[in-house]
């Protein structure tokens, strides 16, 4: 799995839109990219992932780079209750079980 | 809209007992898994079940054994806990194919005195 590298933490003020990067620069052409988060004492929550095209969801929008080598995840209108550790996972899809390797992540903060 | 239950949510063990954490999703999910995590520290994958019938070590399988008992359980023992198995341990589940996504419970925490 190519490596990821993420800010180790970022503040956002609520309402404002939280732009959290992360860089794959090694990824490979059949890795996607999956993004989490873990909220205090919950499990991780998946929130979006992609290969190629920009992607959104109810929850979020990712946007990756036309070479693939970094991506951002954004929340477009983060709430108190988005405050987590944040992660970047790049993972090639496969037809059996696997691991998710989750590294340290972002810790964002949302602030009244 | 359960998605993937585990109980128990807490428990606290004496060195030597035994324990099996339960697992159950409803989303029809063909693989699941068992991780751990430690204070700190990122998730580490302690075995996974690619579908019903098969059972496959991860990254950190000592001291634990598992049972995929029917296509929604999965079961996670310890035979003999001890100290340095005091975590909390999620588990998850995935359709197994193609690049869908884990989606995890609410994880077990668990010491070990």
């Known amino acids: 799995d190519a490596k990821t590298t993420q800010p180790t933490s970022m503040d956002c003020a609520e309402g404002r839109a939280a732009n959290l990067p992360c860089n794959h620069s090694t990824i490979s052409g059949n890795e996607y990219v999956y993004w989490y988060r873990q909220i205090h004492s919950q499990g991780p929550q998946y929130i979006i992932h992609?290969?190629?095209n920009n992607e959104t969801n109810e929850m979020a929008s990712l946007i990756i780079t036309e070479d693939r080598k970094s991506s951002t995840l954004i929340l477009p209108h983060a709430t108190l209750r988005d405050t987590a550790v944040y992660y970047c996972?790049?993972?090639?899809?496969?037809?059996?079980?696997?691991?998710?390797?989750f590294g340290k992540g972002t810790s964002l903060l949302v602030t009244p | 809209n359960a998605g993937v239950t585990q109980t128990p949510k807490f428990q606290v063990l004496k060195t030597g007992q035994s324990m099996t954490l339960q697992c159950a999703q409803d989303m029809n999910h063909n693989s699941m898994y068992w991780y751990r995590q430690d204070p700190g520290m990122g998730l580490r994958l302690i075995y996974y079940s690619a579908s019903e019938g098969t059972t496959d070590k991860g990254e950190v399988p000592n001291g634990y054994n598992v049972s995929r008992l029917n296509k929604r359980e999965f079961s996670l023992r310890l035979e003999s806990a001890a100290p340095s198995q005091t975590s909390v341990y999620f588990c998850?589940?995935?359709?197994?194919?193609?690049?869908?996504?884990?989606?995890f419970g609410d994880g077990t925490r668990l010491s070990i005195l």
């Open positions: 996972i790049v993972r090639v899809g496969t037809n059996s079980g696997y691991a998710l390797n």
């Open positions: 992609g290969l190629k």
């Open positions: 998850a589940s995935s359709p197994g194919h193609s690049n869908q996504p884990q989606h």
